[in-house]
């Protein structure tokens, strides 16, 4: 069955570092795939989105590549903000299905210290 | 993207009671799901809510614990029946907008539940 793999957390990094968070994937056929984020006492925001291989998603300084051949679609951001520090989740869907569900990671918390 | 409003946003009840949490979202949607988020950890989808037709559960959720009502493409809702400590959890809606597999699901900012 379809599975997402998250790198476990929390994740300490001083302002203006560079953060990479790891997600992986295993599907069937061709997933699209999405990273949201969570802000405390908030719900999930749509972060980012890739539907096909070497898509790349981008918003609010976060990009992620969807690589097939490494079935990975890892998030990155070149210089974080105490603003970021949140939970992020990675999750997966099968457009092909009809359902729209939904295989989530486990959620990697990042703090940022200024 | 839909604009999705959740009520109560919060709330502290005994245990034995009820809750029901409202999901309203400003367009009309086809797809709506209901998640469960306990304390640190990731969602889990409690059921699929499809207006005209029964709610899907998945596996280890049902429906006499978890009634939900979806009467129009705009509004649903989730009671916690017979709540105990462990139902203590957030509580999030979310819908698809939109046509096509490859869309997103956008979600509300939850419902902070804590069972006494």
């Known amino acids: 069955g379809n599975s997402v793999t998250q790198m476990e957390g929390p994740v300490t990094l001083s302002e203006e570092a560079f953060l990479t968070i790891n997600c992986t994937y295993t599907a069937t056929g061709y997933p699209s795939l999405f990273w949201y984020v969570q802000y405390p006492g908030e719900g999930l925001q749509l972060l980012l989105k890739a539907t096909k291989a070497d898509d790349k998603g981008s918003n609010k300084g976060f990009e992620a590549t969807y690589r097939k051949e490494t079935t990975s679609f890892h998030l990155e951001k070149g210089s974080v903000q105490v603003s970021d520090s949140a939970v992020y989740f990675c999750a997966l869907s099968d457009p092909t299905s009809g359902t729209y569900k939904y295989i989530f990671g486990t959620g990697t918390r990042l703090k940022v210290l200024a | 993207s839909a604009v999705i409003s959740q009520k109560p946003s919060r709330d502290i009840c005994q245990r034995g009671t009820s809750l029901t949490i409202q999901c309203q979202v400003d367009?009309?949607?086809?797809?709506m799901f209901w998640y469960r988020q306990q304390p640190g950890q990731s969602l889990t989808l409690i059921a699929t809510?499809?207006?005209?037709?029964?709610?899907?559960?998945e596996s280890g959720f049902v429906i006499d614990k978890f009634p939900i009502s979806r009467p129009n493409l705009t509004f649903s809702t989730l009671t916690v029946s017979n709540m105990s400590p462990e139902d203590s959890s957030i509580y999030l809606c979310?819908?698809?907008?939109?046509?096509?597999?490859?869309?997103?699901?956008?979600f509300g900012d939850g419902t902070r539940l804590s069972i006494l």
């Open positions: 809510a499809n207006q005209g037709s029964e709610a899907t559960y």
């Open positions: 367009s009309q949607v086809t797809m």
């Open positions: 979310s819908v698809v907008a939109g046509s096509g597999g490859n869309q997103p699901q956008h």
